[in-house]
């Protein structure tokens, strides 16, 4: 399938400061998911986006849709220890699951 | 919901030997997959396993590697056939549930090393 770029591959932040994770695809997509894993875990489900420019939210987690559906991203404000781990965006495309290579965020406390 | 259950959790095998890994699901689903992650990358689809028929690969993935079972809607089985160290990796199960919020789980996976 299409590959999906994520960017940073890493990101160092002090508890508290906010954290984003951005992916971008060259070619429209149908839905975008976005999953975590913890060290030594394996990805958890967070959220589906499939409407164009639409935003959500979990807590303190906002996710988006960009307006012609070629990218996304997720937004942690005041990050925890309890954030740290891998976040992976993935395109879906006939229920196959395309992923980026993911963000690395460890968190300082 | 679904709970994903793997067995093994871990293995470590020799080169040249196979490995069947056994993926459980506590409620029937039509949507079956196997995924390889290997150390400090990201998710490959490997194939879609398919209840009733034969397994449906991705480009780089061969069924005589990486043979498939699903003989009914809850269970399924990966074979890492005459492994060499490049398959060491994660093997993930992974089931996508329908209804009111589509929803892709993962099993824990199979950390698996080759000597």
């Known amino acids: 399938g299409q590959q999906v770029m994520q960017i940073p591959q890493y990101q160092h932040v002090q508890e508290g400061e906010d954290f984003t994770t951005y992916c971008n695809s060259s070619?429209?997509?149908?839905?975008i998911q976005w999953y975590k894993q913890r060290p030594g875990g394996h990805p958890v489900f967070l959220i589906q986006?499939?409407?164009?420019?639409e935003v959500k939210k979990q807590k303190r987690l906002t996710f988006q849709f960009g307006e012609a559906k070629k990218n996304s991203s997720l937004h942690i404000t005041a990050t925890q220890t309890t954030d740290v781990g891998t976040y992976f965006c993935?395109?879906?495309?006939?229920?196959?699951?395309?992923f980026g290579k993911g963000t690395l965020l460890t968190v300082n406390p | 919901s679904a709970v994903i259950s793997q067995k093994p959790s871990r293995d470590i095998c020799q080169r040249g030997t196979s490995l069947t890994i056994q993926c459980q699901v506590d409620?029937?689903?039509?949507?079956m997959f196997w995924y390889r992650q290997q150390p400090g990358q990201s998710l490959t689809l490997i194939a879609t396993?398919?209840?009733?028929?034969?397994?449906?690969?991705e480009s780089g993935f061969v069924i005589d590697k990486f043979p498939i079972s699903r003989p009914n809607l809850t269970f399924s089985t990966l074979t890492v056939s005459n492994m060499s160290p490049e398959d060491s990796s994660i093997y993930l199960c992974?089931?996508?549930?329908?209804?009111?919020?589509?929803?892709?789980?993962f099993g824990p996976g199979t950390r698996l090393l080759v000597l």
């Open positions: 992974s089931v996508r549930t329908s209804g009111r919020g589509e929803t892709q789980y």
């Open positions: 070619t429209t997509l149908s839905n």
């Open positions: 986006l499939v409407k164009s420019g």
């Open positions: 993935a395109r879906g495309s006939n229920y196959k699951l395309t």
């Open positions: 409620s029937q689903v039509t949507m």
């Open positions: 396993a398919n209840q009733g028929s034969e397994a449906t690969y």
